[in-house]
Nanobody, 124 residues
């Protein structure tokens, strides 16, 4: 059974930081690219950042460059998202997703497996 479980979300003041984790099981994590997406209330799910299978390449949405860092630990089947300098507009449910290709794709439809999400709320 495939599982992706996000954690680390919460309420934080603007300018603060969070580290999200996504622990996975049930598939061969080390051969999947991984991505983070987010969905704010009333908005569509949007791509945030992706990392390739071995962590050698990453791709960020322009809106998060310089503030968001993705990393992975294949030995722990876990992907992380370090978020710094949080802004109120970063408020959203954050989802991790797994993509069985070598590319760093930005479309949600390209991803095979999804977690349930973790809420990040940034107060001004």
């Amino acid at each position: 059974q495939v599982q992706l479980v996000e954690s680390g979300g919460g309420l934080v003041q603007a300018g603060g930081s969070l580290r999200l984790s996504c622990t996975t099981s049930g598939f061969t994590f080390g051969i999947y690219a991984m991505g983070w997406f987010r969905q704010a209330p009333g908005k569509e799910r949007e791509f945030v950042v992706a990392i390739d299978w071995n962590g050698g390449k990453t791709y960020h949405a322009d809106s998060v460059k310089g503030r968001f860092t993705i990393s992975r630990d294949n030995a722990k089947s876990t992907v992380y998202l370090q978020i710094n300098s949080l802004k109120p507009e970063d408020t959203a449910v954050y989802y991790c997703a797994a993509d069985r290709t070598l590319g760093l794709r930005t479309g949600a439809g390209a991803y095979d497996y999804w977690g349930q999400g973790t809420q990040v709320t940034v107060s001004s």
